[in-house]
Structure formats: structure tokens, C-alpha cells
């Protein structure tokens, strides 16, 4: 079982930058696909990024292509979410998920441990 606490939101403007961190409890994290997820007011959870065990295989939304980057340290028992470009329409709650597998999947419900959230604002 692993525990999951988001960090690193908050306001930014457009075109600033910020990282999300997930740390993670555990001894077995890097047993663990883990993604990025949000969900902004009315919409559904979306896919984000998701980062293999050992951060070999990364898969990024088209969305979000070219301006985030997902990267893991299992030294430390985090994975981040450096977004770069913001605009207001990434404007959401960002959570991360683990999976027991060894690549990260696009789909919600594939995952089994997830963080309560940290909200990312963009204004314009």
C-alpha cells in the first residue's frame, strides 16, 4: 500500500511555471506507475502524465505536450510535474496516482492509491 500528499500549487499567471510534487510513503514506491490527473469545476478527471516504475516510459497528454514534463526520484519517494507555459485553462485540482504495474496507463480507474489534490490556478 503506498500514501500519497500532493505539494507545490497555487496562483500563477499565464506563462509562469510551476512544480507539483507527489511524495509517497512506503519502501516499495518505485514498484509503482505513477500518473498525473486533473479535474477542473464541471469537467471530468483527465490524464495529465504518467511516468513507468523505474521513469523510463513517460506518456503525456496532447495538452500538455512540449510544455509539462514528468520526472520521478524513488531515492526520495517523489515524483514531480514541472508545467511550464501555464494557461487558463489548466486551471484544475491536479492529483497523482499509483499503479502496480510497470508503465503508466491514461485511465482513471487503472489506479489504486490516489492524493487528496492541490489546486493549480492560471489567470489571464
Known amino acids: 500500500q503506498v500514501q500519497l500528499v500532493e505539494s507545490g500549487g497555487g496562483l500563477v499567471q499565464a506563462g509562469d511555471s510551476l512544480r507539483l510534487s507527489c511524495a509517497a510513503s512506503?519502501?516499495?514506491?518505485?514498484?509503482?506507475?505513477i500518473g498525473w490527473f486533473r479535474q477542473a469545476p464541471g469537467k471530468e478527471r483527465e490524464f495529465v502524465a504518467a511516468?513507468?516504475?523505474?521513469?523510463?516510459?513517460?506518456d503525456y497528454a496532447d495538452s500538455v505536450r512540449d510544455r509539462f514534463t514528468i520526472s520521478r526520484d524513488n531515492a526520495k519517494n517523489t515524483v514531480y510535474l514541472h508545467m511550464n507555459s501555464l494557461k487558463p485553462e489548466d486551471t484544475a485540482v491536479y492529483y497523482c496516482?499509483?499503479?502496480?504495474?510497470?508503465?503508466?496507463?491514461?485511465?482513471?480507474?487503472?489506479?489504486?492509491?490516489w492524493g487528496q489534490g492541490t489546486q493549480v490556478t492560471v489567470s489571464s
Open positions: 496516482a499509483a499503479q502496480s504495474t510497470s508503465w503508466g496507463s491514461s485511465v482513471p480507474r487503472t489506479y489504486n492509491y
Open positions: 511516468i513507468s516504475r523505474l521513469g523510463v516510459t513517460k
Open positions: 512506503g519502501r516499495t514506491f518505485s514498484t509503482y506507475a
